[in-house]
C-alpha cells in the first residue's frame, strides 16, 4: 500500500529518501537504488552516508536541505511533538521536496459501524480506549496546521481505508486479534483482554450477520511541498 501511495501521489522514488515512524522496516518502496541505514524509528535511503546515531525524528543530524522526499508514518506521538517532526523535515528539505505523512485517524474509527471498523467493539467495550486514541492521534486538520506552521506549501490531506484482513469466520478473526492487536489493545490489563478475546465471536456475529467481512482501519494522509 505504501508503495502505491508514492506512485499514485506522483511522489519522487529516486534520490534521498527519509522514512520517520513505526514499523518501518517492512515498507518496500519503489526508489530505485541507494542504501538503506536504519537508526531507530529512522530509515534513511540513500546514496551518501548513514544517519548519525541518536538520529530521531525530531533531531535527524541530518545537513539541511540533503533530502528529497521525507515519509512520517505514525510519526505524530502528540501534537507538539508533531511541530518539532515538521520543523525539522522542513529543514532537511530540499527546495521542492515533499513530505507525506501517514496517522491514524481515530476519530473515523470511532464514529463508524463496527461491522466496517471491528475495531470499535474495543472502544465501546472499552471507553477509555476510546479516550486514549482519541488524545494519542491529532486531526487531518491538526496535521495540515503544523506543516503550514513549518514552512510548507500545496498542503492536501484526505482519508483512505487501510485493509487489515478479510474474513470469512468469526473465530479466526478473533485469532487474529489475538495475535495481531487492534489500536489501543496495549490499554486493557491481562485479564480484559482474555475478556474481549473471548466474546469477541459472538460480537462479530451480531455486527456482520452475513458472516463475511472486513476488518479496515483509517488512515489520515497528508502531502505538502517544500517551496
Same mark, same amino acid.
Not at 471491528?118 to 479516550?131: A, E, H
Not at 496535521?143 to 484526505?158: E, H, M, N, Q, T
Not at 473465530?171 to 490489563?189: F, H, I
Given at each position: 500500500?505504501?508503495?502505491?501511495?508514492?506512485?499514485?501521489?506522483?511522489?519522487?522514488?529516486?534520490?534521498?529518501?527519509?522514512?520517520?515512524?513505526?514499523?518501518?522496516?517492512?515498507?518496500?518502496?519503489?526508489?530505485?537504488?541507494?542504501?538503506? #541505514?536504519?537508526?531507530?524509528?529512522?530509515?534513511?535511503? &540513500?546514496?551518501?552516508?548513514?544517519?548519525?546515531?541518536?538520529?530521531?525524528?525530531?533531531?535527524?543530524?541530518?545537513?539541511?536541505?540533503?533530502?528529497?522526499?521525507?515519509?512520517?508514518?505514525?510519526?505524530?506521538?502528540?501534537?507538539?511533538?508533531?511541530?518539532?517532526?515538521?520543523?525539522?523535515?522542513?529543514?532537511?528539505?530540499?527546495?521542492?521536496?515533499?513530505?507525506?505523512?501517514?496517522? #491514524?485517524?481515530?476519530? &473515523?474509527?470511532?464514529?463508524?459501524?463496527?461491522?466496517?471498523?471491528?475495531?470499535?467493539?474495543?472502544?465501546?467495550?472499552?471507553?477509555?480506549?476510546?479516550? #486514549?486514541?482519541?488524545?494519542?492521534?491529532?486531526?487531518?486538520?491538526?496535521?495540515?496546521?503544523?506543516?503550514?506552521?513549518?514552512?510548507?506549501?500545496?498542503?492536501?490531506?484526505?482519508?483512505?481505508? #487501510?485493509?487489515?484482513?478479510?474474513?470469512?469466520?468469526?473465530?479466526?478473526?478473533?485469532?487474529?486479534?489475538?495475535?495481531?492487536?487492534?489500536?489501543?489493545?496495549?490499554?486493557?490489563?491481562?485479564?480484559?483482554?482474555? &475478556?474481549?478475546?473471548?466474546?469477541?465471536?459472538?460480537?462479530?456475529?451480531?455486527?456482520?450477520?452475513?458472516?463475511?467481512?472486513?476488518?479496515?482501519?483509517?488512515?489520515?494522509?497528508?502531502?505538502?511541498?517544500?517551496?
Amino acid at each position: 500500500m505504501w508503495s502505491e501511495l508514492i506512485v499514485n501521489l506522483d511522489l519522487p522514488r529516486g534520490g534521498e529518501i527519509l522514512l520517520a515512524g513505526d514499523e518501518l522496516a517492512d515498507i518496500q518502496l519503489p526508489i530505485g537504488s541507494g542504501q538503506r #541505514f536504519d537508526a531507530g524509528g529512522l530509515v534513511l535511503v &540513500t546514496k551518501g552516508a548513514a544517519p548519525p546515531p541518536g538520529a530521531t525524528a525530531t533531531d535527524t543530524g541530518l545537513n539541511a536541505e540533503s533530502i528529497d522526499l521525507i515519509i512520517l508514518r505514525d510519526a505524530a506521538r502528540s501534537l507538539t511533538n508533531l511541530v518539532r517532526i515538521s520543523t525539522e523535515a522542513y529543514r532537511v528539505l530540499k527546495p521542492g521536496g515533499s513530505v507525506l505523512i501517514t496517522e #491514524f485517524d481515530a476519530a &473515523t474509527l470511532l464514529d463508524a459501524r463496527p461491522q466496517l471498523y471491528p475495531q470499535l467493539i474495543l472502544s465501546n467495550m472499552f471507553p477509555r480506549v476510546g479516550d #486514549f486514541l482519541m488524545n494519542r492521534h491529532p486531526r487531518s486538520m491538526d496535521i495540515g496546521r503544523s506543516l503550514v506552521r513549518a514552512g510548507f506549501k500545496d498542503i492536501d490531506s484526505y482519508s483512505i481505508d #487501510f485493509p487489515l484482513g478479510h474474513y470469512r469466520d468469526y473465530q479466526t478473526y478473533a485469532d487474529s486479534v489475538a495475535v495481531e492487536g487492534w489500536r489501543g489493545t496495549d490499554q486493557l490489563t491481562a485479564e480484559e483482554l482474555d &475478556t474481549l478475546l473471548d466474546e469477541l465471536p459472538g460480537l462479530m456475529k451480531s455486527v456482520a450477520p452475513a458472516g463475511e467481512f472486513d476488518d479496515l482501519e483509517p488512515i489520515t494522509v497528508a502531502t505538502a511541498y517544500k517551496p
